[in-house]
C-alpha cells in the first residue's frame, strides 16, 4: 500500500537524481550544467528551497510501506507558474545565459512538472498512484484540470494515457519540442 507526504528538504539526495533523470536534456539546459552529476548538485540545492518551481514545496512524495521514498511529483498550480519560475530565470541571468524559456503551466490548471519512480519500485503502479493523487489534490484545490509536457517518444506516454491524459498540442522548449498533455475533469 502507498502513502503521500509532502516532501522535506532532508529528501534532496533522494528527489535530485530522479528529477534530472526525468528531465534529461533540459535539467543540463536548465542547471546550466555540462554533466548529470553536475546538474543534480545544482538540483539538490534547489530543492531545499520552498518557493521554486523544483523545490520541496511543490514535490509530493510516494512511500512504500516501511515509509521509503518510491517515487515524487513535482506540481503546483498555473496561477503560481510566474512566481515559481522566477528563481529559475534570476540564476540563468546571474549565469550570463539566456532565460526566455516558455512558461509550461496554464491558469487554473494543476501543471505536473516532473513525475519519477526509483527504479527498484518501477512497473508497479507508483507513478499512476501520483497521477490520481494529483487529480485529486486538483479536484480539492477547485482547480479544472491538470497539463504535463513529454518528451513525443517516452514511453511514459502510455501511463499518461491510462491515467486519461490527451495530446492536445507540442511546446519547443529551449533545445527540442514536447508533447502538451491535458486531462480535465468537471470541477
Not at 55 to 71: D, I, K, M, N, R
Request: charged share 20%; proline share 7%.
Amino acid at each position: 500500500m502507498l502513502t503521500f507526504r509532502p516532501a522535506a528538504p532532508a529528501d534532496a539526495p533522494f528527489a535530485a537524481p530522479l528529477i534530472q533523470e526525468a528531465y534529461g536534456p533540459l535539467g543540463l539546459a536548465l542547471t546550466a550544467q555540462a554533466d548529470e552529476a553536475g546538474a543534480v548538485r545544482v538540483l539538490e540545492d534547489w530543492f531545499r528551497g520552498p518557493q521554486h518551481r523544483l523545490g520541496y514545496g511543490v514535490t509530493l512524495l510516494a512511500l512504500g510501506e516501511t515509509g521509503t521514498p518510491l517515487g515524487l511529483l513535482l506540481r503546483y498550480s498555473g496561477d503560481d507558474a510566474a512566481r515559481l519560475e522566477e528563481p529559475l530565470r534570476e540564476y540563468l541571468r546571474g549565469l550570463g545565459q539566456a532565460a526566455d524559456f516558455p512558461t509550461e503551466a496554464r491558469r487554473g490548471e494543476l501543471y505536473l512538472d516532473a513525475l519519477a519512480v526509483a527504479p527498484a519500485a518501477r512497473g508497479r503502479g507508483v507513478g499512476l498512484a501520483l497521477l490520481h493523487e494529483a487529480q485529486r489534490e486538483a479536484v480539492r484545490l477547485g482547480l479544472s484540470g491538470a497539463a504535463l509536457l513529454v518528451e513525443p517518444h517516452n514511453p511514459a506516454q502510455r501511463l499518461y494515457g491510462r491515467a486519461g491524459f490527451v495530446l492536445r498540442g507540442e511546446l519547443l522548449l529551449p533545445g527540442h519540442t514536447e508533447a502538451h498533455l491535458d486531462l480535465f475533469w468537471q470541477a
